[in-house]
């Protein structure tokens, strides 16, 4: 991870971000392997479509973190807000029957989101803790090995 500048325009730097979104309800929906799996693909379609980097991304049974690189073109909110909007509108449309017993309405993520920007010095931190951090939660759930869904370096 170290010192990954990039260099566009007139610019020169790095800028690291740490999401979280939740289920509405913080519903266990993620101990459904599929539903899992979908919501991912969802969500890293729509940041390919931003042009924006996801260098790691996992799910506990009730949440889902992001790493991500390179969005210095976008705000926070409009760049959280595309990606659960376009991953909630997929899942809802598509594969509503696989949760509907968990959530209802209109409703696949809670309001809210968890951001921290993140720097160089910790940023290799982040990443180790969204892509092993998350075994804690899934002990929870009598759940012995979670394997890693995707682990993007780059």
């Not at 101990?31 to 980097?53: C, P």
């Not at 909110?77 to 598509?94: F, I, T």
């Amino acid at each position: 991870m170290g010192n990954e500048l990039r260099a566009s325009g007139h610019t020169m730097g790095e800028t690291n971000l740490h999401l979280q979104f939740t289920p509405a309800y913080r519903r266990d929906i993620f101990s459904d392997g599929l539903v899992r799996e979908l919501t991912v693909a969802y969500v890293l379609q729509r940041s390919k479509e931003m042009r924006v980097d996801i260098s790691a991304i996992e799910c506990g049974p009730d949440h889902l973190h992001l790493f991500v690189k390179n969005w210095k073109n976008w705000k926070i909110p409009v760049l959280v807000g595309s990606l659960k909007s376009y991953s909630s509108r997929l899942m809802r449309k598509g594969h509503k029957y696989m949760f509907v017993d968990k959530l209802w309405g209109n409703k696949f993520w809670s309001a809210g989101y968890f951001h921290r920007t993140v720097g160089a010095v910790n940023a290799e931190t982040v990443k180790r803790y969204i892509l092993e951090g998350q075994k804690k939660h899934w002990q929870k759930e009598a759940v012995k090995k979670q394997k890693t869904l995707l682990n993007f370096s780059g």
